[in-house]
């Protein structure tokens, strides 16, 4: 193919409108020629596509490149292709919304199974990558493998042979992306079951069965793979197609079932009705006992046959050799001939196969619905049999003609005809184009009441004897005189040499055709008789179930005749071709031999002037290339023109000649009619539509802003009403809550007052919230004040109506500390503490100088460390019967005669006191625990201790006096070495002491109150001392000495 804009004129023109000798068939065919050997198949007529069949594969020509390159550019920048068609029709339906349609047209084996298909894959191409769209996609896709195998066949021109007509219609959404599809079929060739010319074969799909088909199944089908064991598979003597591989075909159409959705059920059912069909092919019959009658020569087939279709073998047999009969209200059972049963035998298989068929597309057709109503634009590609001339030209051939003419109808309409009618409806200068208009051929064969296909179904209605001759015999009476018609009763005699007395010849557009009547009316009649209907109506197969029904067997209305429903259905598809803008892709077969690179001109030139080419070519030149009403194109471009944009307040007419001014385009690049304006050249258009994509840019992005702002305005204002509507419950919602909580506390007060007045009463209805709340509260002010430590003697004053639990959580907090300090004391804490509270029972109270005391420790000695061991060393060696000493401390002791003081040292041991000289620790006096009778000391803050001790004894000395700074440390020290002593202790508040002296004589020590400490002796003989109010033993040792 042509790789660039530049190579385009190298080798031909690729636009026949270029052509210089435009008017020249030659020059045309020439062209054609040229392209074909350089493997350049695609010429363009204007927007019109003409495809000449390869007969191979050309390297490059499609693929995913292929269409990248194609896709989104004019039709005119790129070489021809039908990629280019392809995206044209595709952007038009999508910019545009207008609904498309491409013809595929030519003869068999022209190529247009092979064009709808490169179709089908572009515009599956194009279009979106999403989950939905891209299973809409391969449905579309693996729809043609199916309709192939089912549909198509091998023939003497064409070895992929479309034996149906085939339309189908892609529905895309508003963003181009497939979203569901619909297929109708004309007129499947389902004579071709039951009977192949030499060098055809059947429908592909009974090959592929027994091809691709595994073992088993083949075993479950009983059926075997060599075609030639069965007659319907033969007929041809050619079984086998060197281009086609019937095994990958087959696994090909299973995927296909498989992504089509079909489930295992239906397969089976269709492989089953499949190979009945094959099976019913080979019964044979035979002449009955009686005249007349037959009967199946192999009766072991029905069982396996019965088997296959589910169905009671005995029905099945009888209505295969029998026929019931209804004369005046009664049923009779009638047998039939053997002639008469190999027909039934053949209409059932041909029935059986073309209701197969159309179930298969109906299920086709549910699997590809898209049942969203939003709306939806539509694509439609027509592949359908193209003219057919064969030696023996039967029903089939006649219709298919048919079905060409209509075709070719619609393509004058659309393309010629109509195109200069409207010249001159819209006063457009114009030089007139001489076609030939074939609605003369149609109305020949369509016409009501006179056509050839009313005649035939007149004579297949009519009462009495009808026959194929009999139908020849009215069709020369009723159109004997046509131009275009020709029978061996209406020819001269030169004529009658090429007319069989059993044919007609009809000069179609493509040129004559001689059609032979045998099987006319019975075609036509499409019969098939009661009993066969009612056997496989009784089938359990899911899919016969379907297509013989039991609402048919009920019916008493005869069916239209097979003509009549192929001229209704294709009045159907040219209504819903002329409501569709069309392409058209004409496609033209090189050779009748299929052989590569192989162009004959008599047969292009055949191809050229029946399909219209030349014709076309002429209106294409002396013609516009494009033409819109009005307000189409007005529409569509004003946004090129600031005058026209966004509003044009005048008529549509004034504004097409603004926007055309302002546009740049000349008097001969268009032309403004009366309602529509019509462009010459594809250039201009390109170029306008060019500039419309850059300017649509620049709508997209203001009509954005826009619409940013709208839906930013929008959303504030839904965001300004909902805080308005939320601020304004709120605030009803907070107004209730305070109300509540304004009511409640409300309440609480006037429940605090009531109880506040009646707190002082016992327990009741009006204090019991108040109480509690005293209750709580009181709890929640003692958590946070309880003491810290046992010293800690402070405590929240109780309500009057807590005082007794106060008291006892406040024994209990106290037990608990304690408890928690005695916990944490060491053995000697523990003892010091014993100590303390011996102190404590003895003295608080009692003596002045016990608070100063109660802080400071007790310890083992008042000593240093040097005197304490001085004074252990030397009682160790002077006097180790005195045992351990216990506590030692400074002292001052009084003589008993003239209380002259000195210096000593006291220390306590196990048995006694000791008192022993400063410095030289020599023992002055020692005195055992059981000699002491009494510690007397005053109530003051005096540190003067008085010992009593036994005066019988001659060697007594009297009291001992003594007065030492820890007064308290000392006496519990020398009292609690043994307990017994404890009660020893004499506190003397009287403010005299009097202790006894040698010889049964006594002295007085006087006790005083005084604001400086002094002991000192008085002038009549007594001891004096002054305690001030916070002196100690220290301050007074200190000031006496």
Not at 137 to 146: A, D, F, G, T
Not at 876 to 885: I, L, N
Request: aromatic content about 10%; glycine content about 6%; some cysteine.
């Amino acid at each position: 193919m042509e790789s660039s804009i530049a190579k385009r004129d190298k080798i031909g023109v690729q636009d026949f409108v270029l052509l210089e000798d435009y008017r020249s068939e030659n020059a045309f065919v020439e062209n054609l020629k040229k392209r074909y050997h350089e493997n350049l198949i695609y010429t363009y007529i204007g927007s019109v596509l003409v495809s000449v069949n390869p007969y191979k594969t050309i390297q490059g020509l499609y693929g995913a490149d292929t269409m990248s390159e194609y896709r989104g550019v004019n039709l005119y920048e790129l070489p021809p292709h039908i990629y280019a068609i392809a995206d044209s029709a595709y952007r038009s339906m999508r910019e545009e919304a207008l609904d498309q349609c491409v013809l595929i047209s030519g003869e068999s084996g022209a190529g247009k199974t092979e064009a709808s298909k490169k179709m089908l894959h572009y515009l599956a191409s194009c279009s979106g990558h999403m989950g939905d769209v891209d299973r809409v996609k391969e449905r579309l896709l693996q729809s043609n493998p199916v309709l192939e195998a089912f549909g198509n066949a091998k023939t003497i021109r064409n070895d992929n042979s479309s034996r149906f007509g085939k339309y189908m219609d892609i529905e895309f959404d508003f963003k181009g992306s497939p979203v569901g599809g619909h297929i109708k079929n004309y007129l499947l060739e389902k004579s071709r079951v039951v009977t192949q010319a030499q060098g055809e074969r059947n429908f592909h799909i009974f090959y592929q069965l027994l091809a691709g088909a595994g073992n088993s199944l083949l075993s479950d089908l009983q059926l075997q793979s060599y075609p030639e064991r069965y007659r319907l598979l033969c007929q041809g003597d050619c079984t086998m197609v060197k281009t086609i591989d019937d095994r990958a075909d087959f696994m090909l159409v299973q995927q296909a079932l498989s992504v089509l959705g079909f489930h295992d059920k239906e397969c089976q059912s269709l492989w089953t009705i499949v190979s009945s069909i094959i099976h019913l092919g080979n019964l044979s019959y035979v002449s009955g006992d009686t005249e007349g009658t037959s009967r199946v020569s192999d009766s072991d087939n029905i069982p396996a046959l019965a088997k296959l279709l589910q169905c009671a073998g005995d029905i099945l047999e009888r209505s295969l050799t029998h026929r019931t009969i209804e004369a005046r209200g009664e049923k009779l059972l009638t047998p039939l001939s053997v002639e008469q049963a190999l027909y039934a035998r053949d209409a059932l298989a041909k029935s059986t196969y073309e209701r197969m068929f159309l179930w298969l597309v109906h299920r086709l057709n549910s699997s590809l619905q898209n049942e969203s109503k939003v709306r939806k634009n539509v694509m439609g590609l027509l592949d359908i049999y193209g003219f057919e001339i064969f030696v023996v030209n039967s029903f089939e051939q006649f219709c298919i003609n048919y079905c060409n003419e209509k075709l070719q109808q619609v393509f004058i309409e659309l393309t010629l005809k109509s195109e200069q009618e409207e010249y001159y409806q819209e006063n457009i200068e114009w030089e007139p184009v001489e076609y030939f208009n074939n609605k003369i051929i149609c109305d020949l064969v369509e016409e009501k009441h006179k056509g050839i296909i009313a005649i035939l179904d007149e004579e297949c209605l009519r009462p009495g004897e009808v026959s194929d001759d009999t139908f020849l015999e009215r069709l020369c009476k009723g159109v004997g005189k046509h131009a275009h018609f020709l029978s061996h009763q209406t020819t001269d005699y030169e004529g009658r040499k090429t007319l069989a007395r059993n044919e007609f010849r009809l000069s179609h557009y493509a040129g004559d055709v001689t059609y032979s009547i045998n099987g006319f009316v019975d075609k036509n009649n499409d019969l098939l008789y009661r009993d066969l209907k009612e056997a496989m109506s009784s089938s359990c197969n899911i899919i016969l179930k379907k297509i013989f029904t039991a609402e048919e067997l009920q019916s008493k209305k005869r069916p239209p005749t097979a003509a009549t429903q192929f001229k209704t259905s294709l009045a159907e598809l040219m209504v819903i071709l002329m409501s569709k803008q069309p392409s058209y892709i004409r496609c033209i077969k090189p050779n009748d031999d299929k052989r590569p690179g192989v162009l004959q001109e008599s047969i292009i030139f055949h191809q050229v002037k029946y399909l219209g080419l030349m014709e076309n070519l002429r209106v294409r030149r002396a013609g516009f290339c494009y033409r819109r009403p009005f307000a189409v194109f007005l529409n569509r471009y004003k946004s090129l023109c600031p005058k026209t944009w966004p509003t044009w307040r005048g008529s549509e007419k004034d504004g097409i000649r603004v926007l055309c001014v302002h546009l740049g385009y000349t008097s001969d690049q268009y032309k403004i009619g009366r309602t529509k304006i019509f462009i010459r050249f594809p250039k201009t258009l390109f170029e306008t539509e060019d500039r419309f994509q850059d300017r649509k840019h620049e709508l997209v992005t203001q009509i954005t802003a826009i619409f940013r702002m709208y839906r930013q305005r929008k959303v504030y204002r839904k965001m300004q009403w909902s805080v308005t509507t939320i601020a304004k419950h709120w605030r009803r919602v907070a107004a209730q809550r305070y109300a509540e909580r304004y009511r409640a506390a409300a309440a609480v007060v006037r429940k605090f007052i009531i109880g506040f007045k009646n707190r002082n009463k016992p327990k009741c209805p009006e204090n019991v919230n108040f109480l509690e709340f005293v209750r709580i509260n009181f709890l929640k002010t003692l958590a946070r004040q309880l003491p810290r430590n046992v010293l800690d003697h402070s405590w929240p004053t109780p309500p009057p109506a807590l005082t007794e639990a106060s008291n006892m959580l406040r024994l209990l907090h106290q037990r608990s500390m304690v408890r928690a300090y005695v916990r944490k004391m060491t053995p000697e804490k523990k003892l010091q503490l014993s100590l303390k509270v011996t102190a404590s029972e003895r003295f608080r109270n009692c003596k002045e100088a016990y608070p100063p005391s109660v802080a400071a420790p007790f310890v083992g000695t008042r000593l240093s460390d040097s005197e304490q061991d001085a004074m252990k060393r030397n009682l160790a060696v002077k006097f180790p019967e005195s045992g351990p000493v216990k506590y030692a401390t400074n002292c001052v002791k009084y003589d008993r005669h003239g209380y002259k003081s000195r210096s000593r040292i006291i220390a306590i041991t196990n048995k006694g006191c000791l008192v022993l000289e400063t410095g030289s620790y020599k023992l002055k006096e020692q005195h055992l625990f059981e000699h002491i009778s009494e510690v007397v000391v005053s109530s003051l803050t005096d540190g003067i201790v008085v010992i009593r001790l036994p005066t019988d004894d001659k060697n007594s000395r009297g009291d001992l006096i003594i007065a030492v700074e820890h007064v308290i440390e000392f006496i519990i020290k020398l009292l609690c070495e043994h307990s017994n002593k404890l009660d020893c202790l004499k506190i003397d508040a009287s403010g005299k002491v009097i202790h006894n002296t040698p010889g049964n004589k006594s002295g007085t020590i006087l006790f005083h109150k005084g604001d400086n400490a002094l002991i000192s002796p008085t002038k009549t003989g007594e001891l004096q001392v002054i305690a001030s109010p916070t002196g100690n033993a220290t301050d007074l040792d200190i000031s006496y000495l």
